[in-house]
């Protein structure tokens, strides 16, 4: 599981923890990100972070 901790200590890239979650989504197009979270095993708080890092984005 990713969690915001592994983010912020540099243990895991944040594009990865987004490549997870946009994976699920792609498998599922009618999922909401809180869900696809779940499924990828990716805490929301990590996602949100890593969106953040990777594209900018806050929501």
């Not at 599981?1 to 197009?29: F, I, N, S």
């Not at 990828?40 to 972070?49: H, I, L, M, N, R």
């Amino acid at each position: 599981m990713y969690t915001e901790k592994m983010l912020t200590e540099g243990a895991v890239d944040a594009d990865d923890v987004v490549a997870a979650v946009e994976a699920v989504q792609e498998r599922h197009p009618y999922i909401n990100a809180w869900n696809a979270c779940k499924h990828a095993q990716v805490e929301f708080a990590a996602y949100k972070a890593a969106r953040i890092e990777v594209y900018g984005l806050a929501g």
